[in-house]
């Protein structure tokens, strides 16, 4: 069974996430006070894998769920693997694959902070169908 590990927020783009209790998903626009947050684009919530964080921790990182700039750390659930179009549920909440991976600009706040950066080969991102509160601990699954 695939698990939410961690839920994090942050009021501004570029930046780290906060870890938080519980996240309201909000339908066709994202997560309730999060800078990615917008009806306007397809990369409403960002997640990566558990199992990413700990390759930067073997590579010597001090790095934490929310370092990554991402919305959802999860773990047993292998996010490249799913295509563009996948609609996954998080707890109560649905959304829809819509990105894998990101380009990077430019070298970013996280990328000197943590000294690199797996979200932009390793994170996807979500538009969300049907909203719900989100909290760590909640399954993770495939709808097919």
């Not at 069974?1 to 780290?16: D, E």
């Not at 769920?65 to 996954?88: C, Q, S, V």
């Not at 990328?111 to 993770?140: H, N, S, T, W």
């Amino acid at each position: 069974m695939a698990i939410v590990v961690a839920v994090s927020v942050s009021a501004k783009k570029g930046m780290r996430k906060q870890n938080v209790d519980s996240a309201a998903f909000l339908a066709n626009f994202g997560i309730e006070g999060d800078a990615h947050a917008s009806s306007e684009w397809h990369r409403q919530v960002s997640l990566l894998a558990i199992e990413s964080i700990e390759k930067m921790r073997k590579a010597g990182l001090n790095v934490n769920p929310g370092d990554f700039a991402e919305n959802i750390t999860t773990e047993g659930i292998d996010l490249l693997k799913l295509p563009i179009g996948t609609k996954l549920r998080i707890g109560p909440a649905t959304g829809e694959v819509s990105q894998i991976g990101k380009e990077c600009h430019s070298r970013c706040a996280i990328y000197y902070q943590a000294g690199d950066c797996v979200m932009p080969k390793e994170g996807i991102f979500i538009k969300v169908l049907q909203g719900g509160v989100v909290r760590p601990g909640d399954e993770v699954s495939v709808i097919a």
